[in-house]
């Protein structure tokens, strides 16, 4: 028997319903679009053919890990050949001791993006419906088609994303899930601690609320709600990859209740999170004086940015987060344009997806160097 | 409202039927074990109090990763802001590059058990009959039950995985994939290519071959079956874990079909896979004369634990892998305690689980130190 007559028909005695083009996929996984959430700077750069001198596309924190997050991984290298703790005990412990709560409290995994596709795997089968706003994290989305969901999307108010809408939309809808990121990406702009709350009290009730605080350091004092780590209405996102510097160990964490932490525990990869990671996680947690330093440093830039635009004749929109916004004031085709423009000079934005956002440009808070080549190359690409 | 008077009934207009036990899961993830497929060695300790001195229970490859690996991770480590690519393109090239084939038969993933999970949910829904062997790794069974499948258990045939039992139990079941590691684990025998072959020509038509190879390189040659890479019949695993001693950065591929591997594309976690992963699997496939090394010291190990089994009266099992059984010749009673014994002196080793092979305790190839402490401690521990 060949791979080539095994799917002919009749080859066997038990009739089979088999697809060979789908096969042996499930229903839903044969359905399934081929996007992916992000397109790759190193995938532009293989396209292009030209290297990026600053990467201010994907919001990486361009000042770098805390020195000693670099140092006890480069030490756990060399003990690479052992799975990390599969428990994750001191890191949970670590990150329950700075939010004031128990481990039990506390769930983590390969960036916020993969607890993302869990807490969708979790909540959602096939039909279920989601909210969200248009425009916003594209990876939450790509989870909830993964498993079938029903996506909703609510628009945006000015440049914000809007709790009300998302309320009305999930009542409407009976949503299962709300997402929302506080602060927005990718407008960076963001919402008091106090409509976050008058957003979960209006809730519907069969609705659980994701809280995306990924750029959450980055945001005024009042921006987070206290936590209450048993309210069962709510989980919350912290990630490693924005002011912790970390996007490359892939490193993200959620606050929800204890029985929903042990759900996440029948599903998870037990050992995902490696050595080297753990390591690393509890090394920056531990470096509040570099922390401070990048929030100063992304400060900076937020003005520089600012400044740069000004010249340009442009507006840079306020930013609670490491990266600002620079309205071009047109469409979402002419922000393309600049766009690849940027690419032509080595230089690596983003833009929002959706209209009328996709009139600005999505600048990740560089450093000055980083920044001066935006300022040469900006002129020339609008 | 407060949490606690949110999911009393007849709160709201819109009655529901959530049960605020179970609430916000599905109904599967509400009915998931809390059973997790390893407890780690961390985790025993922290119960014991003992710290471990030979760490030779999760088959790790206890000679390390390769130094040129070690260096390339560490170097990454300072990089670490920046996030990997998520095509993995250099590493998908290399991988194909040394098994002959296209990047567009690899997919890379956090792990072998995050692509057990991933090829489970792309292939399984809620009853599909799935057929694996009874006490073989527990980590694809948890993905299977994760995701609704129905597991059906071949037994072993002596201390072997037996293919025609498992080809038998899949054309009764319908089955939709079947897994077998080769060798296996935990006994550490294997089969031939040959017998692999006549399995996959004998599977029912609607039956994806899962052939987990995480040890093959340990294994004599001829074990593993030529790779036929557009054999739409399989998917098979590879490790890092393993014979590159990276167990600790997570890193896992499979060689599959274009087709099967675009479907992990709109499922898999795209940014998964960090810098430091990339670094230092890149770097370890390059590396030949350490994998000789490692694969030496391997062999001596193997030597080494059965010249201690015999002077304990004990057979050690024949094994095709990096860690070997040996046979204490009772039942898996005695084993769980020879087992605890063994913990007291802070020997890490662990057991089959499933009988008549839970009379043999599994005992990874560690260092000559680490057997030494074996040696002093296994006499007490009988």
């Avoid at 044969?30 to 992000?38: D, I, M, R, S």
């Avoid at 000004?310 to 004031?329: H, K, M």
Wanted: hydrophobic share 45%; charged share 15%; net charge neutral.
């Amino acid at each position: 028997m060949t791979p080539q007559n095994r799917h002919s028909a009749g080859m066997r005695d038990k009739p089979t319903q088999i697809n060979p083009a789908h096969w042996p996929l499930t229903d839903l996984a044969a359905a399934l679009p081929a996007t992916t959430p992000f397109v790759g700077p190193e995938a532009i750069e293989r396209q292009t053919g030209i290297p990026f001198a600053a990467r201010l596309g994907a919001n990486e924190q361009r000042f770098g890990p805390s020195p000693l997050a670099a140092r006890a991984m480069a030490q756990a290298a060399g003990q690479a050949w052992m799975y990390g703790d599969p428990e994750n005990h001191d890191l949970k412990a670590a990150l329950a001791a700075k939010h004031g709560t128990a481990s039990a409290h506390i769930v983590l995994g390969e960036g916020v993006d993969g607890l993302l596709g869990l807490i969708v795997r979790l909540c959602v089968v096939a039909g279920d419906s989601v909210v969200t706003s248009r425009g916003t994290y594209p990876t939450f989305n790509y989870h909830v088609t993964g498993f079938g969901g029903a996506l909703h999307l609510a628009p945006y108010a000015g440049d914000a994303s809007d709790p009300q809408a998302l309320v009305d939309l999930a009542q409407r809808m009976g949503a299962k899930l709300v997402y929302i990121a506080n602060p927005d990406n990718p407008m960076g702009s963001y919402h008091s601690a106090d409509t976050i709350r008058a957003m979960l009290d209006a809730l519907p009730l069969q609705t659980l609320l994701i809280l995306d605080e990924a750029y959450i350091e980055f945001a005024p004092t009042g921006t987070a709600p206290e936590i209450v780590p048993d309210d069962p209405r709510l989980i919350r996102f912290r990630s490693f990859s924005k002011a912790y510097g970390l996007a490359g160990i892939r490193l993200g964490y959620g606050i929800c209740t204890p029985d929903l932490a042990r759900a996440f525990d029948r599903v998870r990869n037990h050992f995902g999170l490696g050595r080297i990671v753990q390591a690393g996680g509890l090394a920056a947690l531990s470096d509040n004086a570099h922390l401070a330093q990048v929030l100063a440093g992304s400060g900076a830039a937020r003005a520089r940015i600012a400044q740069i635009a000004g010249e340009c004749g442009l507006r840079a929109l306020p930013s609670a987060t490491n990266f600002t916004c620079v309205d071009l004031g047109r469409d979402g085709e002419y922000t393309r344009q600049v766009l690849a423009n940027l690419a032509q000079s080595g230089i690596f934005v983003r833009m929002p997806s959706a209209a009328p956002q996709d009139r600005c440009l999505r600048i990740s808070h560089g450093t000055a160097a980083d920044l001066d080549l935006l300022a040469a190359a900006l002129p020339r690409a609008l």
